[in-house]
């Protein structure tokens, strides 16, 4: 009976009803858009690195995050080769250039360069043109990804632009590399990246390693380490880790957007506790009614907390299926929220938790109700 009970307390007012899915459904969406966009800041950060196929970086020292590179020479490979556990080590160039439109507009790009022969940090998730091998090592050749084909004025595969008064063309797109700057990401071969930055035939910005089977990573990262000095040697995990701590925790961009987060969390707590508490307020005279019948404390108790989550589970409900249009709608956009199964289920967990302590935080109030006071 306590779950009928609280079903009716719910439906018996619609207005009151729809306003405490109103303040649930809110309450979700606004925690699911903030952390679906932290998440997606998060994981642009590194999506180079989460996507390089390596094992370890080496890097220049100091370097704070991976589009922060600085030079290195390209004898570090050679150097790791040497080492025991090593099964490959691949130059990678990254730098910031100049890109030229065709109507004369300029944008800032990330250009990285990549030997067309190499087996990691090739361009992932080609969907249009050759494979990647064949598109670096085509003349000129350079790869984007679609999403930003119109702010490098990039209609069609074969169009031609220009980086640091170097020309390029376009030669295929991938789908899906992201990039937290808004510098997008132009990959092409490695020859061509260091002509564009004059730099020397012996400069690079990484290596990337392959541990050879059997071989610990971390294990192999100490060995490299040892062997060569003035440089790090960080496994692909600590290398994101260190992205994103620099771009969330000591920049201004990422400490708004966790600021952001939790004051939406906050502002979910209040809704759904001030919701529910005015809920079960509405509702004195009935549990005052059950208390003049000889009813327990449990069986109120049971009653007030089933109604949160009853409320909670359709409040929830509807605010996950607005988060589900606005991903499917914004999933092209650069900043789009990311909210995979196990984050809506964890909001989904939140809500009900939320609506479990509103509910207890209005309990006391009920349990001083005076009985007498239904005969007066």
Known sequence: MTLLIAWRNLVHDRIRFAITLTGIAFST???GIQLGMLLNFVHTISTVVDHAGADLWITAEGVPSVDLATPLQERRRFQALSVEGVAAAEPYMLHFGFLKRPDGVRQI?????????STMGLPFAMVEGPSAKEALAEPDGAVIDRL?????????????????????????????????TQAPYVFMSLAKARSFFYAPDNDIAYVLVRVAEGYKPEA????????????????????AWRSQYYWLVTTGAGITLVSSTLLALLVGVVIVAQTLYASTMDRLPEYAVIRAMGGPRSYLYRIIVQQAVLGGVFGAGIGLGVIGVVVIFTRNLSSAPEVPLWLAFGIVVATMLMCVAASIGSIGKVMTIDPVKVFR
């Open 148 to 180: 930003y084909a119109d702010k490098l004025g990039i209609r069609t595969l074969g169009e031609t632009v220009e980086i640091n008064s170097h020309r390029i063309r376009v030669v295929g797109f991938t789908d899906g590399i992201r990039t937290f």
């Open 220 to 239: 192999v990262a100490e060995a490299l380490a040892a062997r060569m000095s003035e440089v790090e040697v960080l496994t692909a995990g600590q290398l």
């Open 29 to 31: 969406i606004l925690m």
């Open 109 to 117: 790009v990330i250009v990285i360069g990549i030997d067309p022969d």
